[in-house]
């Protein structure tokens, strides 16, 4: 299973960082995805790791950064958080032999 952890309270201009680890039969993870969904909007893909390649979405770009990815556990470092990243957010991950998995979403609020 997919173990999302991180989330919290933050002022805007506040930095969080949010894991993902990979447990049990999970293993070899080639590729993160971190999407986030606020109340009444579209999901909206973050960040993705893939094969050691980061993207990030244009909302997050120069703020949001993988500071770690291996084949079980990720981190995403989020700095100068604004009210407007305020979500669930949710990783998944596709292993090797492209299964992809969900983990249950942790929840950001940022305050003004």
């Known amino acids: 299973q997919l173990q999302a952890s991180g989330g919290g309270s933050v002022r805007a201009g506040g930095s969080l960082r949010l894991s993902c680890a990979a447990s049990g039969s999970i293993f070899s993870i080639i590729a993160w995805v971190w999407v986030r969904q606020a109340p009444g909007k579209e999901r909206e893909m973050v960040a993705t790791l893939i094969r050691g390649i980061a993207n990030y979405g244009d909302s997050v770009k120069g703020r949001f950064t993988f500071s770690r990815g291996n084949a079980t556990f990720t981190v995403l470092q989020m700095n100068n958080l604004q009210p407007e990243d305020a979500a669930m957010y949710s990783c998944?991950?596709?292993?090797?032999?492209?299964?992809?998995?969900w983990g249950q979403g942790t929840q950001v609020t940022v305050s003004s």
């Open positions: 998944n991950a596709r292993d090797i032999r492209g299964i992809t998995y």
